[in-house]
């Protein structure tokens, strides 16, 4: 079954193109004008991804991702931001609400599909960290549900579920996936680069400022004061460390 997008963008001519080349690329599209539209869109379309412009009339696209992200049935689905703006604060409010990705106008078709292909096969990846001929480790092998445990943090990896302290903490794709990898290499320092290459992958096209803001909102949903982190700490002018 064909992956289903939602394409948000009152540009007419815009949101055809990118509906034609996703269509072209084997993905079903839907199309949205509006924040309301994309709203009630995504809400009863349930869709794999969405392409979802800032500039948008009434309510803007941040507005929309930062709704979306508070309703169970759209918390996890992946966005990815467009932008005409070349201002790098809006990329980082676009990260801050909840989008998983960004592209500025005008960007190129191949441009586009390798971030809708990326962010894709990102949500459907389970992190689990993989030995030789692709086996999973020895030591991390679980039943079929299989979690990470310290302390009384539990991930599950298959079902992508978090709770912390007993509680059960809702994060974005991204989040999930970020949290994962930090906790599976535990008491190591990490940089911001390899945070970017083994979360984001080696063909994202980012900067070192996108960890630093899901870092943050980490620590906002897992400390217990996200102002003085226990468990995500910084190593200053290196990167970032996990411990418990």
Avoid at 23 to 40: C, F, M
Avoid at 119 to 139: A, H, K, M
Avoid at 181 to 189: A, C, F, P, S
Avoid at 214 to 241: C, F, M, S
Wanted: aromatic share 6%; charged share 30%; proline share 4%.
């Amino acid at each position: 079954m064909a992956r289903k997008i939602l394409v948000v963008d009152d540009e007419a001519v815009l949101a055809e193109t990118i509906a034609y080349n996703l269509e072209q690329a084997g993905y079903h599209v839907i199309t949205a004008a509006d924040g309301n539209s994309a709203l009630d869109a995504a809400r009863s379309e349930r869709p794999d991804l969405i392409v979802l412009d800032i500039m948008l009339p009434g309510m803007d696209g941040l507005e929309v991702c930062r709704q979306l992200r508070r309703e169970n049935k759209t918390a996890t689905t992946p966005i990815l931001m467009l932008t005409a703006r070349g201002d790098e604060i809006d990329k980082v409010v676009g990260l801050e609400v909840g989008a998983d990705d960004y592209v500025t106008k005008p960007f190129g078709r191949r441009e586009l599909l390798a971030r809708v292909r990326a962010l894709i096969r990102r949500s459907d990846y389970v992190p689990g960290g993989e030995g030789e001929n692709g086996e999973e480790p020895e030591q991390e092998r679980r039943p079929a549900n299989r979690e990470l445990v310290v302390g009384s943090l539990r991930i599950d990896l298959a079902g992508r579920r978090v709770n912390c302290r007993g509680q059960d903490i809702e994060l974005q794709p991204k989040q999930f996936e970020l949290l994962a990898y930090l906790v599976r290499n535990r008491g190591t320092v990490l940089t911001r680069d390899q945070l970017l290459h083994n979360v984001w992958g080696y063909d994202y096209v980012g900067d070192t400022r996108t960890v630093d803001v899901h870092v943050r909102w980490l620590r906002e949903k897992l400390e217990e004061d996200p102002a003085n982190p226990k468990l995500i700490q910084t190593v200053r002018g290196v990167g970032y460390v996990f411990r418990w």
